[in-house]
């Protein structure tokens, strides 16, 4: 009972102090700060849907006029379509890498095997259409040990699974394996049906054809440097495609005496990470433009490069993509992080045979690291739908954290493009 009555004094206490007035006055300014909260967060909540309509538009306005200037230059030069015509599609994409992460992330433990599947399940739609999907596998597929420069052939099946169907294994990292790591890897990537280019293993020189709706295409593949060239012999180096104008005036002979209709190439080339087209990739493009180059796609700087469209000397349209940088890895920078796939459409005229280019458009992805914790931890995902989406109030799709990421990397991509 003695504490109940400590209790009841210690209200009339309180009430002594503070004064009906006095409460009120505490009450009323509480409810003014709860209610001046909740008018914040609304006004916050609506600021936020205001941004995300005004991002929304911005997305859509960017992906129509990227390619504005390239698709005018396209349209002057061609005429209408007719019914006789016949089109070829075409998709590229760059770096194809598989770091240690990705093998970890990729390995269960239950069954002892590997499936990389999920990394692109969500963008494989965007390509596996194509005729023709191209890429750089710049990953050794051998029985040696895993690491950053050697993957599993389930890799190489997944990516082949989402689309891609001819690489080149010309660039830097061709000869980390030996002679005999690159004939491995080229041994199995035929085996689960590539295409595979850039190697002087079997031949002289490493020009390659494709037939597609009756058109023959030639394929010529370089790379401009090796990470291990002081240590390899003049016989190892001669197993893959090196530039060199000589090389390259040679191939394209070559190409157009076995009736080539449409030059494409292939090249591994520039300053790493770097968004500017150096002086070497201007000079090496102008001669390949001059001697007859219908089209050349840039591999090796890991990021996205400026694209253009020039004129060879018969007036013809020549598309160039200076780096088309990666289609998967785990490099850490945003800017590597943030790539595409490019769309290329051919046209052969029903009455000549002439192949032209006719379009040329993308869909930007983007390399999501989903964490550690994870089970599926690596995917590729289409930027501009996925930000569209949560835009568009679809907030379960990413994180705000990662809608943001999305939103820079794609204003980052429209102002190397629209250069």
Same mark, same amino acid.
């Given at each position: ?14 009430? $002594?102090?503070?004064?009906? #007035? ?12 709860? %209610? ?17 309509? #005004?991002? #929304? ?11 504005? /200037? ?48 999920? !990394? ?5 739609? &965007?390509?596996?259409?194509? $005729?023709?999907?191209?890429?750089? !596998? ?32 010309? +660039?830097? +990292? ?50 401009? !440097? ?16 090196? &530039? ?23 090249? +591994? ?5 770097? $968004? ?23 591999? +090796?700087?890991?990021? %996205? ?12 349209? %020549? ?46 992805? &983007? ?7 994870? /089970? ?5 995902? $289409? ?23 999305? %939103? ?12």
């Amino acid at each position: 009972m003695a504490r109940n009555r400590r209790n009841t004094r210690r209200v009339r206490n309180i009430k $002594d102090v503070i004064s009906t #007035k006095t409460f009120w006055i505490i009450v009323t300014i509480l409810v003014a700060i709860i %209610v001046s909260c909740i008018g914040v967060n609304e006004f916050r909540a609506y600021s936020d849907r205001q941004l995300l309509a #005004k991002q #929304k538009a911005e997305i859509e306005r960017q992906s129509q006029e990227i390619f504005s /200037q390239i698709t005018n230059t396209i349209e002057t030069t061609n005429k209408g379509i007719s019914e006789s015509d016949v089109l070829i599609k075409m998709s590229a994409v760059g770096d194809i890498l598989c770091s240690e992460d990705m093998i970890n992330d990729a390995y269960n433990e239950e069954t002892k095997m590997y499936d990389f599947s999920n !990394m692109f399940r969500r963008v494989s739609g &965007y390509i596996n259409e194509a $005729d023709i999907v191209m890429g750089t !596998m710049e990953t050794g597929i051998t029985s040696g040990k895993y690491n950053e420069t050697n993957a599993p052939i389930e890799f190489a099946q997944a990516v082949k699974d989402s689309g891609v169907n001819l690489v080149t294994i010309s +660039h830097n +990292h061709s000869l980390d394996n030996g002679v005999a790591g690159l004939s491995e890897t080229k041994e199995n990537l035929e085996k689960i049906g590539y295409t595979v280019v850039g190697d002087k293993l079997d031949a002289s020189n490493a020009v390659a054809f494709r037939e597609v709706k009756n058109t023959k295409i030639a394929f010529l593949t370089y790379t401009c !440097m090796l990470d291990n060239e002081k240590s390899l012999s003049n016989e190892e180096k001669n197993c893959i495609n090196i &530039y060199s104008e000589e090389q390259a005036k040679e191939d394209i002979k070559y190409a157009k005496e076995n009736n080539a209709e449409y030059i494409c190439v292939i090249i +591994h080339w520039g300053d790493a990470i770097s $968004d500017t087209v150096n002086e070497e990739q201007k000079e090496i493009a102008d001669f390949l433009v001059k001697n007859g180059v219908d089209l050349i796609l840039g591999s +090796h700087p890991s990021v %996205v490069q400026p694209m253009e469209v020039r004129k060879n000397a018969e007036g013809e349209n %020549v598309f160039i993509a200076y780096s088309i940088g990666t289609y998967i890895s785990t490099l850490s920078s945003e800017e590597a992080k943030t790539e595409l796939v490019l769309n290329i459409e051919l046209r052969k005229n029903g009455e000549n045979g002439k192949v032209t280019l006719n379009k040329v458009d993308y869909t930007p992805i &983007y390399m999501l690291d989903n964490g550690v914790s994870e /089970q599926n931890r690596f995917e590729l995902i $289409d930027m501009k739908s996925t930000a569209t989406s949560y835009a568009g109030g679809n907030t379960e799709i990413v994180t705000r954290q990662t809608y943001d990421k999305l %939103v820079k990397a794609l204003d980052r991509l429209n102002k190397i493009l629209s250069q």
